[in-house]
């Protein structure tokens, strides 16, 4: 059961963790020894409530398939279960990530005097500019 918060909570069947060889360097361990983790979680079929399947599906990550399914590969650590315990969390992140709601942006305009030292430091720099033109006899 992966708890995402006091109302929500995964159960384990909805998870499919499959242990699978790391990529990379690692010697002759790395060709014998299955210690990565492809975690595959189905949103659509999961027991999530609504606003969280609809906030996973409109994400723009790679990781999700167009079918909707969200796959996570854990291979950071040399143990199997440490590379678990890594997918399971991360799992966990995206979900409560996509629970925040972000606050609307307020438009503001710049102050009078903002305005005023903007175009201060313009004619500044212009005249800086001309100086270092030729100089004429």
């Known amino acids: 059961m992966l708890v995402i918060s006091n109302a929500v909570s995964i159960p384990d069947d909805e998870i499919v ?3 699978i060889r790391a990529q990379g360097s690692g010697g002759q361990n790395v060709n014998k020894v299955s210690s990565a983790i492809h975690l595959r979680f189905d949103i659509a079929a999961s ?3 609504e606003f ?3 906030r996973l599906l409109q994400l723009k990550d790679s990781r999700i398939t167009k079918e909707g399914v969200l796959v996570i590969k854990a291979q ?3 143990t199997q279960e440490k590379n678990r315990d890594d997918a399971l969390q991360r799992l966990q992140t995206l979900i409560k990530a996509v629970t925040v709601v972000q606050k609307t942006r307020q438009a503001t305009k710049p102050s009078r005097s903002a305005k005023r030292k903007r175009v201060d430091s313009k004619t500044k720099r212009g005249q800086v500019k001309s100086l270092r033109g030729r100089v004429s006899d």
Do not use: C, F, H
Request: aromatic fraction near 16%; avoid cysteine; proline fraction near 8%.
């Open 17 to 19: 963790l499959t242990a």
């Open 47 to 49: 027991s999530l409530p």
């Open 52 to 54: 969280y399947k609809e």
């Open 76 to 78: 950071q650590y040399r």
